[in-house]
């Protein structure tokens, strides 16, 4: 998951930014001012936005009015130290999708992370995708070789298209999980490494010349 962070206090900004890296390998991109927040937003395409409530060159609800003014439809969560009712209606009033309460402890923050990334926030993607032969089609999630339609479990077919979506990019093993199956479902991350065996399988690459290449001890990557 890539989560951009904006949060001005070195200590709690330093220490959040460590802990998502740590505990769930996450990508993580930490700024100290809302006009970096809004920058960085509008710049690059996160997973969930995290925004401190109070920053230097305007606060979380402000930042986050004016992206959701820009169009921006991506997950925000609010950041405060302030915990009234008002305060949470205000926050989540301002576009964010959700709002925690300083202090907080990590695995509360993991879990709201978790919650979001799974609500489909995203853009829709165009319905075909094509590469090395291959046509992935998301309305039907089938995919063809020329008349051939090869036949995926829909697990296959998410796994095959959130590579095709990242494509050069190294997905962790903890990022896919998350993603296809959810933290919470009770299987291990051996499956992700059982369910690319069986898509190699089924596109007919073999691993050697695959353009799903395995990276050691990390995760996936689609070559393009």
């Known amino acids: 998951m890539k989560i951009l962070l904006a949060e001005d206090d070195p200590l709690l900004g330093e220490l959040v930014a460590h802990m998502l890296k740590k505990k769930a390998s996450y ?5 100290t001012g809302g006009e970096d927040a809004y920058d960085y937003a509008l710049a690059s395409s996160y997973d969930v936005l995290v925004l401190d409530w109070m920053m230097p060159g305007g606060d979380g609800t ?3 009015r004016r992206l959701r003014k820009e169009g921006y439809k991506g997950a925000v969560l609010m950041l405060t130290a302030k915990d009234t009712l008002q305060d949470r209606i205000d926050g989540l009033d301002s576009g964010a999708d959700d709002y925690l309460v300083k202090p907080f402890e990590i695995d509360e923050l993991l879990a709201r992370l978790r ?16 590469i090395r032969g291959l046509e992935l089609h998301r309305t039907s999630q089938t995919v063809h070789r020329g008349e051939e339609r090869i036949q995926l479990s829909p697990r296959e077919f998410q796994l095959f298209d959130l590579l095709v979506q990242n494509q050069g990019l190294v997905l962790t093993r903890e990022v896919i999980f998350d993603r296809i199956w959810g933290f919470d ?3 291990n991350l051996k499956t992700i490494d059982a369910t690319i065996k069986l898509l190699r399988k089924k596109l007919g690459i073999s691993e050697p010349d695959s353009f799903i290449q395995s990276v050691r001890g990390v995760g996936y990557r689609l070559e393009h």
């Open 62 to 64: 402000a930042i986050c």
């Open 27 to 31: 990508h993580v991109d930490w700024v």
């Open 115 to 130: 919650a979001l990334s799974r609500r489909n926030f995203a853009p829709i993607h165009e319905e075909t995708a094509r």
């Open 185 to 187: 479902a009770d299987v």
